[in-house]
């Protein structure tokens, strides 16, 4: 009913996510709907979408509210009533749950806008040279395609950067801290950082918020989106605005998703002998890279997040007894825990196609070899300072057992990646830069 | 003996003499007539721990001492304000931006300034029979439920990257009484620490303290550019890459999450030396914080210490009153503050 409403009185609210325009997400009654989902859909006023998709105001448009006690309900007509307060109505397809929204900094769409204006604005660095989309690019899903990333000072990162397709879902953030677990938390380390310094806004939060004043597209965006604040330019608007944008970063288009709605030539016999494989005991890479976001660590509405699985992936073992070589240690270095040694957070595999080099230093250039790391059940490092057999790491996940993969086999597993690839996440015009 | 002298005029009614008649007075008893001086109980309770299990619960006392009104105390008879001045060194000099300083370190390392900035809470008297009596902070842009930020830097110079405002003092209140001493804590405590930047209010705003991939503060941050060597300088004509900067950034480590709440529900090494400064005069005495001292056994040109390398951190943490193997309190071993 109201994104239906929504729709019709021309609020952006509908048009927002999720290509797949599956009714009732959160109502098991409709998981028939699977498959059907979105394929009809005819309005176009936002932009075609690869596939025939589109996004908007279809009487098919998603439901549900972002935990606020709006009930998904069918395409019926009625007349919008008008929304006191402005609730976010996902519209997400039907496989896929309502990611967890704080309380306290409920999803808008002038927000979300706001979020993507200053997520592509390089005044958020001090020295003007990098925005947030400078190491996440939406066509590499969001990351940067380097080995590790470099921070607006020429500052050299010694992580990977993440790709932020369905982060709203993850139950931790960055690589390996389980302190960070919201959004907006996460958002004060790239600006404010020093350990690497990346946007270098340390200190600098006045210098920041008098630039953002001084840009006349601002005022109306920030008072849109916090009409309550007397004055809506303060840190907090925009982290809160910067969070709200990566939340809505939703990738679910992908040819192998689908194949799981039930489109039987989505996937090609390769593809789909390797979905199988990855599925399987023998290769062990489901239960890690595990459910609808092929991610274990993954919250949402009606799931809170019980554990924060980290996992040794046998990458290191300098010292024989599991060692990773500094700073990257994992959530080591933050609980100095030594079972933590090395442990790292599981990625999403979403658009894995488009996100390498990969693991959390970027040490493994392609796809092909992180089977190969896997396959030995531990990377072997035989000279030079990290030299070390990850196999027989003490430390090592008890998934890191290993396998024998033949020729085409192999090939089946990588096509499966390769049909991770969400194009339309890709491309979306939602999620661009909107600046000129 | 060391009576303090009340700096306030308004408050002539005799302090200065005040010394056998008036310690009866003071501590518990009189504290219960106030609001900071009941949350004064509870840290007095919990001083003497160190460790995981103390940190917990040090934060929920000082979190008693945020007492409603509290920045409209009246300054009545019995009711003292007091003001603890600090004064930043480099060994024997004055600390200031625009100044280089020689000798630093193990490596003899020139330095010029970048930061430096501390965090100060659970500031309390000492009486002469060794009561404490925690102050009550005046809440204010530097000073806010019970923690107060000493900022030394002033954007000039090689401290390019700082705020031109500073401070070097705590302003509070005591219940009247004779005093001949002080202790505080560094840092911030556990219950204010882990909250977001963002949102927070001064001084625990200041993003230049906070260490977001941490989840907390830093509660000392002492950080200067290294001059590299004349005979090195020969060669590049110039254009050379940024000097080096050693950094000594302490905060609490170990600490653990709960994704299903969310934030730190932990840390292993809360990191907060306490200084029991005995005697000390507030109205003649001021706090010397030496970086010098500090850094004494440090290598200038190459450590950075953020509190998690042994290397680079064990000795500035000795010289703390920390020990940074086992996170134990150490005061003996402190160089950082002395009276003057």
């Given at each position: 009913?109201?994104?239906?409403?929504?729709?019709?009185?021309?609020?952006?609210?509908?048009?927002?996510?999720?290509?797949?325009?599956?009714?009732?997400?959160?109502?098991?009654?409709?998981?028939?709907?699977?498959?059907?989902?979105?394929?009809?859909?005819?309005?176009?006023?936002?932009?075609?979408?690869?596939?025939?998709?589109?996004?908007?105001?279809?009487?098919?448009?998603?439901?549900?509210?972002?935990?606020?006690?709006?009930?998904?309900?069918?395409?019926?007509?009625?007349?919008?009533?008008?929304?006191?307060?402005?609730?976010?109505?996902?519209?997400?397809?039907?496989?896929?749950?309502?990611?967890?929204?704080?309380?306290?900094?409920?999803?808008?769409?002038?927000?979300?806008?706001?979020?993507?204006?200053?997520?592509?604005?390089?005044?958020?660095?001090?020295s003007e040279t990098q925005s947030c989309a400078s190491c996440h690019e939406q066509a590499?899903?969001?990351?940067d395609g380097r080995v590790t990333s470099l921070g607006s000072t020429a500052q050299a990162?010694?992580?990977?950067?993440?790709?932020?397709?369905?982060?709203?879902?993850?139950?931790?953030?960055?690589?390996?801290?389980?302190?960070?677990?919201?959004?907006?938390?996460?958002?004060?380390?790239?600006?404010?950082?020093?350990?690497?310094?990346?946007?270098?806004?340390?200190?600098?939060?006045?210098?920041?918020?008098?630039?953002?004043?001084?840009?006349?597209?601002?005022?109306?965006?920030?008072?849109?989106?916090?009409?309550?604040?007397?004055?809506?330019?303060?840190?907090?608007?925009?982290?809160?605005?910067?969070?709200?944008?990566?939340?809505?970063?939703?990738?679910?288009?992908?040819?192998?998703?689908?194949?799981?709605?039930?489109?039987?030539?989505?996937?090609?016999?390769?593809?789909?002998?390797?979905?199988?494989?990855?599925?399987?005991?023998?290769?062990?890479?489901?239960?890690?890279?595990?459910?609808?976001?092929?991610?274990?660590?993954?919250?949402?509405?009606?799931?809170?997040?019980?554990?924060?699985?980290?996992?040794?992936?046998?990458?290191?073992?300098?010292?024989?007894?599991?060692?990773?070589?500094?700073?990257?240690?994992?959530?080591?270095?933050?609980?100095?825990?030594?079972?933590?040694?090395?442990?790292?957070?599981?990625?999403?595999?979403?658009?894995?196609?488009?996100?390498?080099?990969?693991?959390?230093?970027?040490?493994?250039?392609?796809?092909?070899?992180?089977?190969?790391?896997?396959?030995?059940?531990?990377?072997?490092?035989?000279?030079?300072?990290?030299?070390?057999?990850?196999?027989?790491?003490?430390?090592?996940?008890?998934?890191?057992?290993?396998?024998?993969?033949?020729?085409?086999?192999?090939?089946?597993?990588?096509?499966?990646?390769?049909?991770?690839?969400?194009?339309?996440?890709?491309?979306?015009?939602?999620?661009?830069?909107?600046?000129? | 003996?060391?009576?303090?002298?009340?700096?306030?005029?308004?408050?002539?009614?005799?302090?200065?003499?005040?010394?056998?008649?008036?310690?009866?007075?003071?501590?518990?008893?009189?504290?219960?007539?106030?609001?900071?001086?009941?949350?004064?109980?509870?840290?007095?309770?919990?001083?003497?721990?160190?460790?995981?299990?103390?940190?917990?619960?040090?934060?929920?006392?000082?979190?008693?001492?945020?007492?409603?009104?509290?920045?409209?105390?009246?300054?009545?008879?019995?009711?003292?304000?007091?003001?603890?001045?600090?004064?930043?060194?480099?060994?024997?000099?004055?600390?200031?931006?625009?100044?280089?300083?020689?000798?630093?370190?193990?490596?003899?390392?020139?330095?010029?300034?970048?930061?430096?900035?501390?965090?100060?809470?659970?500031?309390?008297?000492?009486?002469?029979?060794?009561?404490?009596?925690?102050?009550?902070?005046?809440?204010?842009?530097?000073?806010?439920?019970?923690?107060?930020?000493?900022?030394?830097?002033?954007?000039?110079?090689?401290?390019?990257?700082?705020?031109?405002?500073?401070?070097?003092?705590?302003?509070?209140?005591?219940?009247?009484?004779?005093?001949?001493?002080?202790?505080?804590?560094?840092?911030?405590?556990?219950?204010?620490?882990?909250?977001?930047?963002?949102?927070?209010?001064?001084?625990?705003?200041?993003?230049?303290?906070?260490?977001?991939?941490?989840?907390?503060?830093?509660?000392?941050?002492?950080?200067?550019?290294?001059?590299?060597?004349?005979?090195?300088?020969?060669?590049?004509?110039?254009?050379?890459?940024?000097?080096?900067?050693?950094?000594?950034?302490?905060?609490?480590?170990?600490?653990?999450?709960?994704?299903?709440?969310?934030?730190?529900?932990?840390?292993?090494?809360?990191?907060?030396?306490?200084?029991?400064?005995?005697?000390?005069?507030?109205?003649?005495?001021?706090?010397?914080?030496?970086?010098?001292?500090?850094?004494?056994?440090?290598?200038?040109?190459?450590?950075?210490?953020?509190?998690?390398?042994?290397?680079?951190?064990?000795?500035?943490?000795?010289?703390?009153?920390?020990?940074?193997?086992?996170?134990?309190?150490?005061?003996?071993?402190?160089?950082?503050?002395?009276?003057?």
């Open positions: 009913m109201l994104s239906r409403c929504m729709s019709s009185i021309g609020v952006l609210l509908v048009v927002l996510l999720a290509p797949s325009a599956g009714c009732g997400q959160r109502d098991p009654e409709n998981e028939s709907d699977r498959g059907q989902a979105g394929e009809g859909d005819q309005q176009s006023e936002s932009g075609a979408h690869q596939g025939g998709r589109t996004i908007g105001s279809g009487g098919r448009a998603g439901s549900g509210g972002a935990g606020a006690g709006v009930a998904g309900s069918d395409a019926s007509g009625g007349e919008p009533p008008i929304p006191t307060a402005p609730t976010y109505a996902w519209d997400l397809p039907s496989d896929f749950p309502t990611p967890v929204v704080p309380e306290d900094n409920p999803l808008s769409e002038a927000k979300i806008e706001l979020g993507r204006h200053l997520f592509y604005d390089k005044r958020l660095s001090l590499l899903a969001f990351t990162h010694p992580r990977n950067a993440m790709s932020l397709a369905n982060v709203g879902y993850a139950a931790t953030l960055t690589w390996a801290n389980p302190l960070l677990t919201s959004l907006e938390a996460q958002a004060l380390v790239p600006m404010f950082g020093t350990e690497p310094v990346e946007l270098g806004l340390n200190g600098q939060e006045q210098e920041l918020l008098s630039r953002l004043r001084s840009v006349s597209a601002y005022a109306p965006l920030f008072e849109a989106a916090y009409p309550e604040r007397e004055d809506p330019f303060t840190l907090t608007s925009v982290v809160q605005a910067l969070a709200s944008f990566q939340r809505v970063l939703i990738s679910s288009n992908s040819r192998y998703d689908r194949h799981l709605r039930g489109d039987a030539t989505a996937l090609t016999a390769s593809e789909k002998r390797g979905a199988a494989l990855f599925g399987s005991e023998r290769l062990e890479c489901f239960h890690c890279h595990s459910g609808f976001n092929l991610q274990d660590a993954v919250r949402f509405e009606g799931k809170p997040a019980t554990a924060t699985p980290f996992h040794n992936t046998a990458l290191y073992n300098i010292d024989g007894r599991g060692a990773y070589p500094e700073p990257n240690t994992g959530v080591y270095a933050l609980t100095q825990n030594a079972r933590d040694m090395g442990r790292f957070r599981v990625p999403t595999l979403r658009n894995i196609a488009v996100t390498g080099p990969y693991m959390h230093d970027g040490s493994i250039a392609s796809l092909s070899e992180v089977l190969d790391h896997y396959a030995a059940g531990g990377r072997s490092i035989t000279e030079g300072d990290y030299a070390g057999d990850g196999s027989k790491s003490p430390l090592k996940s008890p998934f890191l057992v290993g396998f024998e993969i033949t020729a085409t086999e192999r090939e089946d597993v990588l096509a499966f990646f390769e049909s991770l690839t969400d194009t339309d996440f890709l491309t979306d015009p939602r999620f661009a830069n909107p600046w000129p | 003996m060391f009576a303090m002298s009340a700096l306030a005029a308004s408050v002539a009614s005799g302090c200065g003499d005040d010394d056998a008649s008036g310690a009866p007075s003071l501590g518990n008893e009189a504290g219960a007539a106030h609001s900071a001086g009941a949350a004064a109980d509870e840290m007095a309770g919990g001083n003497g721990g160190n460790g995981a299990a103390a940190s917990a619960g040090e934060g929920g006392a000082d979190a008693g001492n945020a007492g409603a009104g509290a920045a409209g105390t009246p300054i009545t008879p019995d009711v003292l304000p007091i003001t603890l001045r600090f004064a930043p060194r480099v060994g024997g000099e004055d600390f200031a931006c625009s100044s280089r300083y020689s000798d630093m370190g193990s490596s003899s390392a020139t330095v010029r300034p970048v930061d430096f900035k501390f965090y100060v809470h659970d500031l309390r008297v000492v009486a002469e029979d060794g009561t404490e009596t925690l102050v009550h902070l005046i809440p204010s842009a530097w000073q806010n439920e019970g923690v107060a930020l000493l900022d030394f830097e002033d954007q000039s110079g090689s401290c390019a990257n700082g705020t031109e405002a500073t401070n070097s003092e705590i302003v509070g209140t005591v219940p009247f009484g004779s005093y001949s001493g002080i202790a505080f804590k560094l840092g911030v405590p556990f219950d204010l620490n882990h909250t977001n930047a963002d949102a927070a209010e001064a001084p625990l705003n200041d993003t230049t303290m906070y260490w977001g991939w941490n989840l907390g503060r830093l509660f000392l941050s002492v950080m200067n550019e290294v001059e590299e060597d004349a005979g090195a300088e020969g060669g590049a004509g110039g254009a050379t890459a940024a000097p080096f900067v050693s950094v000594l950034h302490l905060g609490s480590t170990g600490c653990q999450g709960d994704a299903a709440v969310g934030g730190v529900s932990s840390c292993a090494k809360p990191n907060r030396p306490e200084f029991r400064l005995v005697p000390f005069d507030l109205g003649s005495n001021v706090v010397v914080a030496d970086i010098k001292a500090v850094l004494e056994h440090s290598d200038l040109t190459r450590d950075l210490c953020h509190s998690f390398s042994a290397e680079a951190c064990s000795w500035p943490f000795d010289h703390l009153g920390l020990n940074w193997f086992t996170g134990s309190l150490t005061p003996s071993t402190q160089r950082f503050f002395r009276v003057e």
